[in-house]
């Protein structure tokens, strides 16, 4: 059974932060690359970082120096540190995952089904 299961979402205040985790099951991530993308409601999706297989990383313009993304393959998870959260972060965290490469979202094989952070006063 492959999966991905996101945790770690919840209501934080603007300014705060936030640490998601992205843990495989049923496969090992290593040879993955993992990416986090975020859908706000009534928006499209959009990619927010992506770390490959050989730990390069990317990030969206607009959480490039607030957003870290790591990966612990011994614990099979992609985590993905946010801080300095503002409210138009607020949005469902996917994580999905793809062979060595970052790629935009069509290419994403397995995907998990989310969690929700809300930043708000």
């Known amino acids: 059974q492959l999966q991905l299961v996101e945790s770690g979402g919840g209501l934080v205040q603007p300014g705060g932060s936030l640490r998601l985790s992205c843990v495989a099951s049923?496969?090992?991530?290593?040879?993955?690359?993992v990416g986090w993308f975020r859908q706000a409601p009534g928006k499209e999706r959009e990619g927010v970082s992506c770390?490959?297989?050989?730990?390069?990383?990317n990030y969206k313009d607009n959480v490039k120096g607030r957003f870290t993304i790591s990966r612990d393959n011994a614990k099979n998870t992609v985590y993905l540190q946010m801080s300095s959260l503002k409210p138009e972060d607020t949005a469902v965290y996917y994580c999905?995952?793809?062979?060595?490469?970052?790629?935009?979202?069509?290419?994403?094989?397995?995907w998990g089904n989310g969690t929700l952070v809300t930043v708000s006063t």
């Open positions: 049923g496969f090992t991530l290593d040879y993955y690359a």
């Open positions: 770390i490959a297989s050989d730990d390069s990383t």
């Open positions: 999905a995952a793809v062979m060595h490469d970052c790629l935009g979202s069509a290419f994403m094989d397995f």
